[in-house]
């Protein structure tokens, strides 16, 4: 598969998600953002109950937990009920424990948004800082624009 | 078009939907309904800045409003993280100047829950009741098993 | 404790919570009424762990889980940025393994909406109907109009 | 009135601002600062229908929005259900159009998370840059730590 089948997707922007001054209410770009990557994973051929805690078809919870430590946005242009968002996602490996992903959103080629989450990787028992797991390993492996790409199929 | 085109939809669970229970938290299910209603408005080809204020491309904020009074669910079977939903949706219309909506979630065919959303038609200025737009009229007929197919293509 | 001490709420409306229409975006109601549920349960005095899988303080999850069953809601006049509602909590027990709590939004003793919501109790780890929690029983007997009222300190 | 009436607030977490790790769902960090935000300029005394578009009671919107052009948030501790956090929020001036607000969470005297909202002021009609309304320039002015205190009473 080639990178751009995970890494670029697309949404429409409903109703419920802007307010009165008619644009998106400010966060609702993280949520996108945190549903941006997981659609990614999937897409790349991850299972979700690999990743997430009591997720479909999960016998054990995933023994390690990516918790969100920094987030940031920045909004360039108005985003309104209706707007069409193409989403680039640009994932990075910090280091072995930790990674990021840029988001930005576009519509028609241009940039209207951008957000960033940080995730580190802990154990979920312990809460004690340890290596990514594999399959996130992967999944940035194969995202990066430099490294041997390794794909699921 | 073929009514199923806009009345079959679907969509897959995120991470952020569900709670510690390990199941969606209830009231998303709503926010799944209505942003299923305004896909199945845009697929048929009615514009959002037709229906809904401060949409893109709007002049003037649409004259009638479509205030929702009265909306209801059924839970059937835990809905989880990474599942992948049927969404049917059976609209009706009540009198000229109010409609329904029923959506009814599956998973493989599975019935795991319903919810109902009820509209009424009135002028954005004033609150006064008054009948339904022209778009959702010819949407409702065409969705309608019994009545006549218009179609906008 | 009178009941009415943790019967009867307050709450603002925030900006977040409206759409482009200029009132709450429909099924804010619910979430606000599920609050309230909680925080009724708060000031009662009844612990969050509790009740609710991984809160503050819990050594296990509470075995008995409460999913929402049905819900429903009705809305009579707008809410607006800056309304402040009175919430009526109106409990009652359906039988022994269910119960149902119904929300009234007033605005200055003005009636403008109603949420219902009904619970069943289930073994958390089958998912088996099983009675109704020591704690719910005792916040359900002592919010009665005609019960006995008990309370917790 | 003292500035730490309303620049010191204070929130309980919520089930449902909570997802399967056990913890707050990351945004819901950035909706609880935008609240607060909305909660302190209340305390002041400044009257939603001043800030923000169709509030209760306006005539006409306001003129000018203050649309947010950045966010970001640090995660330090978990925050789980049935937390009590205190809020500090810590507005400042960064010219004459544009302000931000650091909100500091804390859990019993313990720093557990922080976000920072940034916005512009902007004419509403046609979205050029513009100096901050008149009541958000006294807000800022008697929240700051240096500045001369004016209030509202």
């Known amino acids: 598969m080639h ?11 409903r109703f419920g998600d ?5 644009v998106i209410h400010f966060y609702q770009l993280f949520r996108w953002s945190h549903e941006a990557w997981e659609e990614s ?5 991850i ?7 009591k997720a479909i078809n999960y016998k054990d919870n995933p023994p390690i937990a990516l918790p969100i430590i920094h987030c940031e946005a920045d909004y360039r242009s108005p985003i309104k009920t209706g707007d069409n ?3 680039e996602l640009i994932p990075k490996r910090i280091n072995p424990g930790s990674f990021q992903v840029v988001f930005e959103f576009k519509k028609k080629e241009s940039f209207v948004a951008k ?12 809460n004690q ?3 990514l797991p594999e399959g996130i390993d992967r999944w940035l492996e194969a995202s990066s624009i430099d490294g041997v790409i390794a794909s699921i199929d």
Chains 1, 2, 3, 4 share one sequence.
Do not use: Q
């Not at 802007?18 to 008619?22: E, F, L, N, Q, V």
């Open 41 to 45: 994973l999937e897409k790349y051929g």
């Open 3 to 13: 990178p751009s089948s995970w890494l670029c997707l697309n949404r429409s922007v």
């Open 115 to 126: 957000a960033l989450l940080r995730h580190l990787s802990i154990k979920a028992e312990t």
């Open 18 to 22: 802007t307010d009165p001054a008619g």
């Open 85 to 87: 968002l193409d989403i």
């Open 47 to 53: 299972l979700s109950s690999d990743v997430f805690p």
């Open 129 to 131: 800082r340890c290596i």
